[in-house]
């Protein structure tokens, strides 16, 4: 299907039509099929009372001869028969359309909710996280999608019902038409009222949602970071305070559905009572037909009827209102910098070849974060980058050097929050930057983040990106001109790029070079000095006027920074382009022409390197605090004798082997699939596994009921008493009609029909209680159900490792799954359950009733039941297949929302905005929807819509036959067909929601799958001895780690002793397998050969929590959630003292901007801590790793964000810490490990020399020139 929007609709109606507003001809002539189907289709049921009333008459006539019974009855049974292969075709057809109609308009909603917030500033995504565009993208438009699809199909339907049942009331009896029409005013009184209950609750409800949605992506997003601190546990806590909120708000929720329910059955139990007390009146005296009286009744009980059956459907319809006038405020917010605003001054043509310098000028530049008013990041800064020049950027982590970036590339504005502490400008050529076409501005400027977030592609397209805007721009389609031409152009500018990025040497190892795909995000098995190179590459590529490097060689060993700085300045020298440097390794930018140091958001000094030194102010400072490790000689070092390593000899065909344990694992039957996989079947249990017959699906399902069985017992109880008042009421109908018969004794004909009239007030007056009840309890209880399933979910995912590996596992795609499977079945659980409930009840209810009143025409009638039932099983099981081809492409779509999303800064900074909308339209236009299910299980819901006017038919004809043979009385007569007629109307009613039931079934299987997937790393459980006196010796037996995604060991065949108490570290080139190693410890993966033992015991056997416990991981990408600075820091460890608390911010060198916040370690640190520098967020993390007071501290790459001064107190504290505990660090940085007791120097997944320092410097082999490369 082919999605195209060229312009976003003007829409001024109200919310509901909002979805409307997208819709193209095509998909209006599908709604418009649908709404003639479901008009036919919903005038069937009055025209078969007006049937049902001539052949009343017919039965009640004293003069009606055998015959003319016969030729009457035929007749109608005739017309019942042919209404029903009626609805068979039209209920087919409405279903099909509505459903098609919706999916493809909501699709271009979905389109356009992206595409709006793709191009949203910074100020949006300050209050939107990724998570919650997820969420909005799956379960909210999913939400818009069932409202403008089925729902609205069945609205129609149920509405059509009741108008063509007025109107045939009002042409038959007017007057007994509206007595008995005067409920439905009431009814809507009602309906109104507690509709406005709802909605002071879902728009709360909508943002608890979002926020939880933006939480639960930060938590599946890091999940290492999560593992390694075994703090799962707090944070499924967190995350369940806002479901517990939800829980809370959805109490409202309840009560309303329980009124709603209460209305709708009280007024149908009414008009019984009311119809037959005034009806009787009008056949005595106004000699009404008792035919013609049940036609009108009949008429009118439909119309109130197809008020009920609306009921469900406004709930739904109700939410979509809601969530529609969200999107709606989202897609039509214009934001105050709009990339997509054609306006503003262009300077030259990107076209040109000739390149022109470019100077800036930051002018009296004030700026304050909108969410930190108080809080002065610049104050009042003034500087000049010389046209053509290298500047650098030097200062304290928070300094302001990052913002300086961010209103470069009008991330922000100084004026844009009208903060009268945002002042001054930018200048670029002598424009402020305000004035100049922010597309353009952004395609001049290169970036080379700290923080490099690549995307789901190939290396190749990953690097191509950075073409976006400029005149190389990759090809998007096969049809554009001289495509071939083009492609080999862009081929050969990416293969120069990583060249010059110093990546071409480890990209043309890859499977498939340049075209190996890669999984997005700041995960996956590429190193982080890797992803830092490709991302370099991506800005080298696009020949920029400007190239900015915002701690852009962080993450690089140092030979690797000095070629890649090396092809910078050659570039630089080449173009005369003006070349920004952001760094805290000072080493770095000794060739910049002027540096500029920061402090505290002012300009401290600036000039040359030199000329800083001879001042011997900030810089001066801050180069004295940052010795390198070359600088220190071996005299000076205690001797350590050289840790023998074994020598290591090439792995050889090892791939056969690298799925052989060296414990045997147990065999595990699939809960799913019934295949048997080699997986750990005891997790964290420590039990050795048993094998056990695998639970059904249906069975674990009512084990999840069955731990909520008040709630869920109640509703039943409610709907199931709801469910046998029709059967009642259709017994005592047999009665009111023989009483209606009565021809000689007008007071007994009114005095009995008062008596039938006073029961079925007591009926309604029973049922208000027990559908207050129905609704309310399953609404309640599908609500906990939810919270469970999201939590169990949640938990689920948590014990995965190398899950989160693959492409279709990210973090968007999962936290989207897990709110909408789970949402699927709560809303089954409620409202849809309590209508399934009571029309089973209706129909086993009436059966009964029709066998003890007359089996012979009973067991007849319901002979076809057993097809009905078969079409009701395959339209659910069709349905559900439909429901799993559209999962996948939503759960696609929301992963590569997220993923853009969650990188916003680079995307504006490639000018990717475009770009992404154009992947996201290729992919829809090739996703699979097979709507062969769809018709399927729509030809199902046709039949069972039919069936219920074929089985009256039955009933009519074989009835009379009955009676004329005198085998059957008059009220039995009637009572039958009314308890068969009630019960096939609730087996038609069952077809109403099978939609919902395929959804509530395609994501309970969903997450049950999630529940049995067995994590690659878990615990042997050999033994249950538990881990005493944790000394820290570390011992690598043989390991080799072989990631699916390279053809080369990471790690190979690595055999070594991490002595306890000792601090040991490794370094070497990025990518050579040093964070490998790291992941092994941590049992983020386990090796595929070999074992690692933590003092002497294998670690697979101890289970995964304990072992954490005693690790804390520093990693190089610092990760914080959504909550206060204390929070984050404590990460759940058990109560902490706040002495303790400060202490390790305190070492951490955090503890003064912290106080200094207006809430202190109370201040929420906002969405990721988007907002803090680099190096704030990594000292946030280094005083939770310190807090947690380890036995073996893991050190990746733990101060790479940080300034000199910064990583100077750190990493005294780091070493003080590190006293007594096993301490392994990994640095490019050697001046941070060059008092390590044990350095091990790695390339290419081998260690190729090990002593200390001084020991290396006198081997002069492959360490030394490390420590050269620094110098």
Same mark, same amino acid.
């Given at each position: 299907m082919h999605i195209d929007i060229s312009r976003r609709p003007n829409h001024k109606g109200p919310a509901f039509f909002y979805a409307f507003s997208y819709a193209d001809r095509s998909d209006w002539t599908l709604y418009a099929i649908g709404v003639v189907g479901a008009l036919i289709s919903g005038a069937g049921f009055p025209i078969m009372d007006l049937a049902y009333g001539y052949w009343t008459t017919a039965l009640t006539a004293s003069d009606m001869t055998p015959p003319s019974l016969r030729k009457t009855t035929n007749t109608m049974a005739a017309i019942c028969l042919s209404i029903g292969v009626l609805q068979f075709i039209?209920?087919?057809?409405?279903?099909?359309?509505?459903?098609?109609?919706?999916?493809?308009?909501?699709?271009?909603?979905?389109?356009?909710?992206?595409?709006?917030?793709?191009?949203?500033?910074?100020?949006?995504?300050?209050?939107?996280?990724?998570?919650?565009?997820?969420?909005?993208?799956?379960?909210?438009?999913?939400?818009?999608?069932?409202?403008?699809?089925?729902?609205?199909?069945?609205?129609?339907?149920?509405?059509?019902?009741?108008?063509?049942?007025?109107?045939?009331?009002?042409?038959?009896? +007017?007057?007994?038409?509206? $007595?008995?029409?005067?409920?439905?005013?009431? /009814?809507? @009184?009602?309906? *109104?009222? %507690?509709?406005?209950?709802?909605?002071?609750?879902?728009?709360?409800?909508?943002?608890?949602?979002?926020?939880?949605?933006?939480?639960?992506?930060?938590?599946?997003?890091?999940?290492?970071?999560?593992?390694?601190?075994?703090?799962?546990?707090?944070?499924?806590?967190?995350?369940?305070?806002?479901?517990?909120?939800?829980?809370?708000?959805?109490?409202?929720?309840?009560?309303?559905?329980?009124?709603?329910?209460?209305?709708?059955?009280?007024?149908?139990?009414?008009?019984?009572?009311?119809?037959?007390?005034?009806?009787?009146?009008?056949?005595?005296?106004?000699?009404?037909?008792?035919?013609?009286?049940?036609?009108?009744?009949?008429?009118?009980?439909?119309?109130?009827?197809?008020?009920?059956?609306?009921?469900?459907?406004?709930? +739904?319809?109700?939410?979509? $209102?809601?969530?529609?006038?969200?999107?709606? /405020?989202? @897609?039509?917010? *214009?934001? %105050?910098?709009?990339?997509?605003?054609?306006?503003?001054?262009?300077?030259?043509?990107?076209?040109?070849?000739?390149?022109?310098?470019?100077?800036?000028?930051?002018?009296?530049?004030?700026?304050?974060?909108?969410?930190?008013?108080?809080?002065?990041?610049?104050?009042?800064?003034?500087?000049?980058?010389?046209?053509?020049?290298?500047?650098?950027l030097v200062g304290a982590s928070g300094s302001g050097k990052s913002t300086i970036a961010s209103l470069l590339l009008r991330y922000y504005d100084p004026s844009s929050f009208d903060n009268e502490k945002s002042t001054g400008r930018i200048l670029l050529a002598g424009h402020d930057i305000r004035d100049l076409n922010l597309s353009w501005l952004r395609s001049q400027i290169g970036v080379i983040a700290q923080d490099p977030q690549l995307f789901t592609a190939t290396i190749f397209d990953n690097v191509a990106y950075g073409l976006s805007g400029t005149p190389w721009e990759l090809p998007t389609s096969e049809m554009e001109p001289k495509y071939a031409e083009r492609m080999a152009d862009v081929r050969n500018r990416v293969e120069q790029a990583l060249k010059q990025a110093q990546a071409w040497d480890f990209v043309r190892k890859l499977p498939s070079g340049m075209d190996t795909r890669i999984k997005g995000g700041r995960t996956g098995v590429l190193s982080g000095g890797q992803r830092q190179r490709i991302a370099a590459a991506r800005a080298l590529i696009r020949k920029p006027r400007i190239l900015l490097l915002d701690e852009g060689t962080s993450a690089l060993d140092a030979e690797t920074e000095q070629r890649l700085m090396a092809a910078i300045h050659e570039e630089q020298a080449q173009s005369g382009m003006t070349t920004i440097l952001i760094a805290h390794r000072l080493s770095s930018i000794q060739n910049a022409d002027r540096i500029i140091a920061m402090s505290n958001g002012r300009v401290a000094e600036q000039g040359t390197y030199n000329e800083l030194i001879e001042i011997g102010g900030v810089f001066s400072t801050l180069v004295k605090h940052q010795s390198s490790a070359g600088q220190i000689t071996s005299s000076s070092e205690t001797s350590i004798v050289p840790v023998p390593v074994r020598p290591q000899e090439p792995v050889k065909n090892t791939s056969a082997k690298f799925n052989t344990p060296q414990i045997p694992l147990y065999r595990h039957v699939s809960i799913v699939s019934g295949t048997q996989t080699i997986v750990d079947d005891s997790l964290e249990q420590g039990l050795l596994a048993k094998e056990s017959k695998a639970p059904t699906l249906t069975s674990r399902f009512i084990?999840?009921?069955?731990?909520?069985?008040?709630?869920?017992?109640?509703?039943?109880?409610?709907?199931?008493?709801?469910?046998?008042?029709?059967?009642?009421?259709?017994?005592?109908?047999?009665?009111?009609?023989?009483?209606?018969?009565?021809?000689?004794?007008?007071?007994?004909?009114?005095?009995?029909?008062?008596?039938?009239?006073?029961?079925?007030?007591?009926?309604?007056?029973?049922?208000?209680?027990?559908?207050?009840?129905?609704?309310?309890?399953?609404?309640?209880?599908?609500?906990?159900?939810?919270?469970?399933?999201?939590?169990?979910?949640?938990?689920?995912?948590?014990?995965?490792?190398?899950?989160?590996?693959?492409e279709e596992n990210a973090s968007g795609s999962l936290t989207a799954g897990i709110a909408s499977k789970a949402g699927h079945v709560s809303a089954a659980i409620g409202l849809v359950w309590q209508q399934l409930i009571t029309s089973s009840g209706n129909f086993i209810g009436a059966f009964v009733l029709g066998i003890v009143l007359s089996w012979r025409l009973t067991l007849a009638s319901y002979a076809p039941v057993p097809l009905i039932l078969i079409a009701a099983y395959y339209n659910i099981a069709l349905l559900e297949k439909y429901e799993h081809s559209i999962q996948k492409p939503l759960d696609d779509a929301s992963a590569f929302a997220s993923e853009n999303v969650d990188a916003i800064k680079t995307v504006a900074a490639l000018g990717r905005e475009n770009v992404i909308m154009e992947i996201f339209d290729k992919s829809s236009n090739q996703k699979s929807v097979k709507t062969k299910y769809l018709w399927g299980g729509a030809l199902g819901f046709g039949f069972g819509m039919g069936s219920t006017l074929i089985l009256c038919s039955v009933v009519m004809w074989w009835g009379v036959e009955l009676y004329l043979t005198q085998r059957i009385g008059l009220s039995n007569l009637y009572a039958t067909f009314e308890a068969v007629f009630i019960g096939s109307v609730a087996a038609s009613r069952l077809f109403t929601y099978v939609p919902d039931m395929a959804r509530m079934i395609q994501g309970f299987r969903a997450i049950c799958n999630w529940e049995d997937r067995q994590p690659e790393v878990a615990s042997l459980g050999l033994t249950n001895a538990p881990l005493l006196n944790v000394k820290g010796t570390i011992t690598f037996n043989d390991c080799t780690l072989q990631y699916s995604s390279r053809p080369k060991p990471a790690i190979d065949n690595l055999t070594l002793t991490i002595p306890a108490g000792k601090s040991v570290a490794f370094c070497g080139s990025s990518g050579s397998g040093k964070s490998s190693i790291i992941s092994m410890i941590s049992r983020f993966y386990d090796p595929s050969l070999g074992t690692i033992c933590l003092d002497g015991r294998d670690i697979r056997t101890i289970p995964l929590e304990e072992y954490r416990s005693h690790i804390a991981l520093v990693a190089q990408d610092a990760v914080l959630y959504e909550g206060t600075f204390r929070e984050n820091i404590t990460l759940g460890q058990s109560p902490v003292s706040q002495e303790a608390i400060e202490r390790a911010c305190h070492d951490a060198n955090i503890l003064g901007f912290i106080q200094s916040l207006p809430q202190g370690f109370d201040t929420p640190v906002g969405s990721k801590g988007s907002q803090m520098s680099g190096g704030q967020r990594q000292r946030v993390c280094i005083a939770r790793a310190l807090?947690?007071?380890?036995?073996?501290?893991?050190?990746?790459?733990?101060?790479?964000?940080?300034?000199?001064?910064?990583?100077?107190?750190?990493?005294?504290?780091?070493?003080?810490?590190?006293?007594?505990?096993?301490?392994?660090?990994?640095?490019?940085?050697?001046?941070?490990?060059?008092?390590?007791?044990?350095?091990?120097?790695?390339?290419?997944?081998?260690?190729?020399?090990?002593?200390?320092?001084?020991?290396?410097?006198?081997?002069?082999?492959?360490?030394?020139?490390?420590?050269?490369?620094?110098?």
């Open positions: 039209t209920g087919t057809i409405f279903l099909s359309c509505f459903t098609i109609a919706s999916g493809r308009t909501t699709d271009k909603l979905r389109r356009a909710y992206l595409d709006s917030v793709i191009h949203q500033d910074a100020e949006f995504f300050e209050k939107v996280g990724p998570g919650e565009v997820g969420t909005r993208m799956v379960k909210d438009v999913g939400t818009v999608k069932a409202a403008t699809g089925e729902k609205l199909g069945f609205m129609v339907w149920a509405t059509t019902t009741l108008i063509v049942a007025l109107i045939m009331a009002f042409s038959k009896a +007017a007057h007994f038409a509206g $007595v008995i029409v005067g409920v439905v005013p009431l /009814a809507f @009184i009602l309906f *109104v009222s %507690v509709g406005y209950l709802a909605a002071k609750a879902d728009s709360r409800l909508l943002d608890l949602e979002g926020q939880s949605g933006t939480l639960l992506e930060q938590i599946l997003g890091s999940v290492r970071v999560v593992q390694s601190f075994a703090a799962e546990s707090f944070l499924v806590k967190k995350y369940d305070e806002y479901l517990t909120a939800l829980q809370r708000l959805g109490k409202w929720r309840s009560i309303v559905r329980g009124l709603e329910l209460s209305i709708s059955y009280c007024v149908l139990n009414l008009t019984y009572s009311v119809a037959f007390w005034y009806g009787s009146k009008l056949i005595v005296r106004e000699n009404l037909e008792v035919g013609l009286m049940f036609t009108v009744f009949w008429n009118m009980f439909n119309a109130i009827f197809a008020i009920s059956n609306i009921l469900p459907h406004i709930s +739904a319809i109700r939410d979509s $209102v809601h969530i529609s006038a969200r999107l709606r /405020a989202e @897609i039509e917010r *214009v934001p %105050v910098i709009d990339v997509r605003n054609p306006g503003g001054v262009k300077l030259w043509d990107n076209q040109s070849a000739e390149k022109t310098a470019v100077q800036i000028e930051v002018q009296n530049l004030t700026f304050s974060y909108p969410s930190r008013p108080d809080h002065k990041t610049l104050d009042n800064v003034s500087f000049v980058l010389e046209a053509g020049k290298v500047t650098a084990r999840l009921l069955a731990q909520y069985g008040l709630w869920i017992a109640m509703g039943i109880f409610g709907s199931i008493c709801i469910g046998a008042s029709f059967p009642i009421a259709a017994w005592l109908v047999g009665f009111v009609l023989e009483s209606l018969s009565i021809h000689d004794d007008d007071n007994r004909l009114l005095r009995e029909a008062r008596a039938w009239s006073m029961w079925f007030l007591v009926l309604s007056m029973v049922n208000i209680l027990s559908s207050f009840v129905a609704g309310f309890f399953l609404s309640m209880g599908g609500d906990r159900i939810d919270r469970r399933l999201r939590l169990t979910a949640l938990k689920s995912l948590l014990r995965q490792a190398r899950f989160f590996d693959q807090l947690r007071n380890p036995s073996i501290l893991l050190l990746d790459e733990a101060t790479s964000a940080l300034d000199a001064e910064s990583e100077r107190s750190v990493q005294a504290a780091l070493e003080q810490a590190s006293r007594g505990r096993t301490t392994i660090s990994i640095a490019h940085r050697l001046s941070t490990i060059q008092n390590a007791d044990i350095i091990h120097v790695v390339e290419d997944g081998r260690i190729v020399e090990s002593g200390n320092h001084a020991d290396l410097l006198a081997l002069k082999g492959r360490y030394v020139d490390l420590v050269k490369s620094q110098l």
